[in-house]
C-alpha cells in the first residue's frame, strides 16, 4: 500500500503528489527533486486505481525518459506492484506521438516500413534532390551565393522546413504572401513534404505534423484518446515548441 509518510521529503513535494486531479503547474530548478516527485506522481496514481494506459508522461530527452521509466518500474517492484508499463504513454513527446501514429497508421499517409530521418537523413535527401528545390521560383533569393555547394544550400532548406514544421505555419499562406522570400520559404516546405510522401518518410518536425493532422481530421480517434488518456504529465514544459502544445491541449 502506498504510504506517502514513509518518503523523506518535504511537505511541498507530497503537495504536488497528492495533488492529481485538474491542473498542477510545478515550478522548480535544477536537482531540486522533480524526477523524483514525477515518479511518485504515477507511482500514487497507479496506486489510487488508475490505469496504466491512462496516463501521459512526457519528458524532453530520450535519456530522461529512460530514467523515469527505470525509476517507476523500481518503486513499482518496492510495492509489489506488477503491471506492464508498456501500456503507460510514458517517453519523449516524439516517441508518444509515434506511438499514436503507429496505433492508428491507417488513417494517416504512411504505409508499412516508412521511415523516420535523423537530420542528416534529412539533409541528404534533400540534397539528392537539390534540383527540385533550386526550381522554386526566386529560390536564389533565399539561398545567397550562387557559388554556395548544394550541400551548403541542402542545410540552408533544412533549416527553413524544419523550423516551419515546428512552428506549424501553414504552407498556403506562404505561398501566397505579397513577399518573394516568403513564397520561395512556402515552395521549399512544399516540395520538402511532397518528396517526404513519396518516400514514405518522416522527420522529427514532421511527426509532430502527422499527429496534429490525424487528431484534427479524424474527430473519432480523438475523442477515443480523450476518452482514454485522463492524466497528463509533462517535464520541462517551458521548452515545448508551438505544434506540441498544440497536440497536448
Not at 33 to 58: D, H, N
Not at 142 to 147: D, T
Not at 153 to 158: C, F, H, R
Not at 196 to 222: C, G, H, K, W, Y
Amino acid at each position: 500500500k502506498y504510504n506517502i509518510d514513509e518518503l523523506d521529503i518535504d511537505d511541498e513535494k507530497k503537495r504536488a503528489i497528492l495533488t492529481t486531479e485538474g491542473p498542477l503547474l510545478i515550478i522548480a530548478g535544477p536537482g531540486s527533486g522533480k524526477t523524483r516527485t514525477l515518479v511518485e506522481r504515477v507511482v500514487y496514481l497507479i496506486s489510487k486505481g488508475v490505469e496504466p494506459e491512462q496516463i501521459f508522461v512526457a519528458t524532453f530527452t530520450e535519456k530522461a525518459a529512460k530514467e523515469l521509466i527505470t525509476r517507476v518500474s523500481n518503486r513499482l517492484l518496492e510495492l509489489k506492484v506488477h503491471l506492464n508499463l508498456n501500456e503507460m504513454y510514458i517517453g519523449t513527446l516524439h516517441s508518444i506521438f509515434l506511438r499514436i501514429l503507429e496505433e492508428h497508421r491507417d488513417y494517416t499517409r504512411l504505409k508499412r516500413s516508412y521511415t523516420v530521418l535523423d537530420q542528416f537523413d534529412q539533409r541528404y535527401l534533400i540534397y539528392r534532390n537539390i534540383r527540385r528545390f533550386l526550381e522554386v521560383e526566386n529560390s536564389s533569393l533565399v539561398l545567397g551565393s550562387p557559388r554556395s555547394s548544394y550541400w551548403v544550400k541542402a542545410e540552408t532548406i533544412l533549416g527553413y522546413v524544419n523550423k516551419l514544421s515546428e512552428e506549424y505555419i501553414e504552407v498556403d499562406k506562404l505561398l501566397a504572401s505579397e513577399d518573394p522570400d516568403i513564397r520561395v520559404i512556402g515552395g521549399f516546405h512544399k516540395s520538402y513534404e511532397e518528396l517526404l510522401e513519396e518516400e514514405n518518410a518522416m522527420d522529427f518536425s514532421t511527426i509532430q505534423v502527422e499527429t496534429l493532422r490525424l487528431l484534427q481530421d479524424n474527430p473519432e480517434i480523438l475523442a477515443t484518446i480523450q476518452e482514454k488518456l485522463k492524466y497528463f504529465m509533462i517535464d520541462e514544459y517551458q521548452d515545448t515548441n508551438t505544434i506540441q502544445e498544440m497536440i497536448v491541449l
